[in-house]
DNA sequence: AAGATTTTGATTTACGTACATCAAATTTGG
DNA sequence: CCAAATTTGATGTACGTAAATCAAAATCTT
């Protein structure tokens, strides 16, 4: 049986007040009986109930999902996995909360976090932007004692507990060696669609694709980045402005969440023309293109699992528990026409 | 706050005592009463709190993993992930144990579930052999109320409740797919190592990667298949034999577990002889070979995502609560040397 | 060594559910 | 309509932990 807090009365040879005391880090215990209580626990395996314990407080983890009010279909999605979350709330004594920020806004988001720090939930989960005071502000809550984990995009020299999301050099590099691959020996020219340089994960995704084409695809080069803000009419625009203009392009990779717009413009072109697409974030629109063979490959991570893994990991911090590094590793999925869940 | 026992007796007009016999199925209860009950916790939308039932219960949930006594890397994979899954026990309120049975034999699986019938554990998982024996033994079971999932391997025509592992046709696709992009216009042979064809799981890898390859790429043409049977030594002689024999072999498509012998013989060909690879699970030899160039894409079933997702749903099961389906779906990794763990 | 202070112990209640017991009420059978 | 059988209610204990209270003991001050 596994031992409870009356087996570390007995092996410390003091009372399951004290015992209380020391677990629940209560004051009035000297130091002597601290650490006696302390090898005790040590000696005999204790690990506190979680579940009892919960039910004894009558817990429940108020938890903060700070995300930045951007409207593409990625944002959309993450939104829907929260809600899905918050309907799990009950069975799983979460409390959660969303608050928007705009996007890009170190400033706001600043201000956002240094509010949270009042009121103390038991964690956050912030889609990070990249800036010096945001870095600050998070290693303030994590000094204050709160859990705080980034999601989808990290917050590189910050403190942060803990990153729910994928690796985007990595990201890129893959996208690089696939696009390389599918062209084989042809030599021309590939076009990159993002949304903003602006952004940490696309400026890291397009960091990795170039350096392996640079690297490991000498015949490729890359056109000048084209920065369609995400939005389907520009991306449209521009790719099919592109298109014509650079008559070598034979690879597209598309790093963005705007992909409505380059899927048009790639069905528009002469379809004596053969382009190898790679494109990020797996939707309604490049699932269809996936399967009727406009985009060849698309690399995806999953908002559900990044959501999911996130609670769980604050609320193993809350706890002071362990966390299960493998299963908390937000995998970049590469999905074919074949494999498509 | 969430209802309990209380608020259903409340709202059904009854007492506790009633509540309770119906909850757990105790008799004693007319017909008319026990709607009247079900009602309420219908519309009050009454959870039973499983933490709180499982501490008054002091429930835990013995489970039993049936393996085949397979000597490859990927089973021993599988062993170390339930033993990690076993030294979690104490906190998951889980009781493993692990029952062997020789692979590939239908009778030995068959007697080893039927124990298991008056046994009556919480749950089981098992590495199916695909044989109707196998089917009836496992229906039986599902009739017996208990938790039944098939893991890495399914029974198709059983009503195991859930399966934790690879869709393997869509497997072999893939693989088929990467090939056949990676070689582009290349024309020639590609040699298809497997383990065994009495195995299902490779049996359909096999089937998808033919299919397709048939389909798609018809300049490549697919050599008899060479049955290692996960050995080294005999992986290493059958591929070398195959690849001094035939010239034009420039793929090859390695969907079992003896990746070790296949490396060994690509490295001892001549240099000059480029030769694309897409293998099966990712381990020491394949990583490393990954990273090396001489294979160009690992498929790969996370062994413990598996495990966990097996237990997961067993518990659910065995509560009668709903699984997060998409939280459940293995997926089929492919891993390029970019994007490795 | 007396009193003040700190530390420790003993005990109780609570969380939400399970399960058992006994008494009371209701229904059923004859 | 009465007795027997069934159904329902009331109540208490338990699970492992948290949290509070009050008394007792130990330690510290001077």
Redesign the pocket.
């Known amino acids: 049986?596994?031992p409870?807090?009356?087996d570390i009365a007995a092996a410390a040879?003091?009372?399951?007040?004290?015992v209380?005391?020391v677990?629940?880090q209560r004051?009035?215990?000297?130091r002597?009986?601290?650490e006696k209580v302390e090898t005790a626990i040590r000696e005999i395996d204790?690990v506190?109930?979680v579940a009892?314990?919960n039910?004894?407080?009558?817990r429940t983890y108020p938890l903060v999902f700070i995300l930045p009010s951007s409207d593409n279909s990625f944002m959309h999605g993450l939104h829907a996995e929260i809600r899905d979350a918050i309907k799990r709330s009950p069975v799983e004594r979460t409390d959660i909360r969303t608050v928007e920020v705009a996007a890009f806004d170190p400033a706001a988001l600043v201000a956002a976090l240094d509010k949270l720090a009042d009121e103390r939930p038991a964690g956050i989960a912030l889609v990070a932007t990249d800036a010096p005071g945001v870095v600050a502000a998070v290693d303030k809550l994590v000094d204050d004692g709160i859990p705080v984990v980034t999601l989808v995009s990290d917050l590189t020299g910050s403190r942060r507990h803990h990153y729910a999301g994928v690796d985007n050099i990595a990201a890129g590099r893959t996208a690089a060696r696939l696009l390389g691959r599918f062209l084989g020996d042809a030599e021309g020219e590939v076009a990159v669609l993002a949304g903003s340089m602006l952004v940490r994960d696309h400026r890291e995704r397009l960091e990795g694709f170039a350096a392996l084409i640079a690297q490991e695809f000498p015949k490729l080069s890359i056109l000048p980045v084209l920065e369609g803000r995400d939005d389907p009419e520009m991306a449209h625009m521009m790719v099919a402005d592109a298109l014509s203009r650079h008559q070598r392009v034979i690879g597209v990779y598309s790093l963005g969440a705007g992909n409505r717009g380059l899927i048009k413009a790639l069905k528009g072109k002469g379809t004596d023309r053969r382009v190898t697409v790679v494109a990020h974030e797996l939707t309604v629109h490049t699932r269809a293109a996936l399967i009727d063979g406009t985009i060849d490959a698309v690399l995806n991570q999953d908002a559900g699992h990044e959501v999911r893994s996130a609670i769980r990991v604050l609320k193993a911090k809350a706890d002071g528990l362990a966390v299960i590094d493998a299963q908390e590793r937000i995998r970049l999925d590469i999905f074919l026409k074949d494999n498509l869940p």
């Open positions: 049986m596994r409870t807090v009356h040879g003091v009372s399951l007040a004290t209380d005391r677990l629940n004051p009035g215990v000297r002597i009986t601290r204790y506190r109930d009892a314990a039910l004894a407080k009558g």
